[in-house]
C-alpha cells in the first residue's frame, strides 16, 4: 500500500509578545535571539523529511523561522495568518480576565477592533485552516507537507484534520520552536507526534 506524506506543522519560534502571554494575531513582532535558535536546531529534524511543498504564514515571524529551519523555499498562504484577535490584541489573558471575569477564548471568542484587526471567529480561523487542507491533501501522495504558522492557528487546523469542530483545538498545547505531525494511520486520521522541541525533534522524525 502506497504509504502517504505527514503534515509536518511548526510553531515559529519564540516573540517578545509570546514570551509575555500576549495575544498576537496580526501585529508583526519579530523573533526573539531564542526563537531563531530554536528555529535553527529545528533544520536536522526537518532535513530527514521527504518534504515535497512547504507553505508558510505572511507573518515575518514565520517566513524568519521557514528559512532558518531550512525551508527558505516556502511559499506564502495568506489563509495560515494567525487567529485574528481582534480588540485583545496584545493582550495577555489576564489583562482580558480583568475585563471580562472567566474569559476563556475558545468559548467567548474576541471582540472587535480596529480596521486592522476586526477580529475572528474560531469557526473563521476553522475556514482558513479547511482550506489550507484541501489544497495540501493532494500533495501528500508524493511526500511531506510543512506548514509553518502560529499556535491557535495550527490547533485549530489540526482539530479539522482529525474531523473536529475548531473548538476541538483547545486540546492541543502547543508551544513556540516545535514541530509536530499529523498523518493517518488505517486512513483515519491521526497525531503522529506533538509539540517535540528541537532537542528532541530529530528523533520524533
Known sequence: MLRMGELILIRHGETEW?????????????????????????????????IVTALVSPAARAAETAVLAGLGGAQTDADLWEWDYGGYEGMTSAEISAERPGWYLWRDGVIPGDAAHPGETAEQVGRRAD???????????AGDVALVAHGHLLRILTARWLLSP????????????????????????????????????????
Not at 198 to 203: D, E, I, R, V
Open 131 to 141: 482550506a489550507v487542507l484541501s489544497r495540501v491533501r493532494p500533495v501528500l501522495p
Open 18 to 50: 509570546s514570551r509575555s502571554g500576549r495575544h498576537t494575531g496580526r501585529t508583526d513582532v519579530p523573533l526573539t535571539e531564542a526563537g531563531r535558535a530554536a528555529a535553527v536546531a529545528l533544520a536536522p529534524a526537518l532535513a530527514h523529511r521527504n
Open 166 to 205: 475548531p473548538e476541538a483545538g483547545r486540546h492541543y498545547r502547543l508551544d513556540t520552536g516545535t514541530v509536530s505531525s499529523l498523518g493517518t494511520e488505517h486512513a483515519e486520521p491521526v497525531i503522529a507526534s506533538w509539540n517535540v522541541p528541537p532537542c528532541g525533534a530529530a528523533g520524533a522524525a
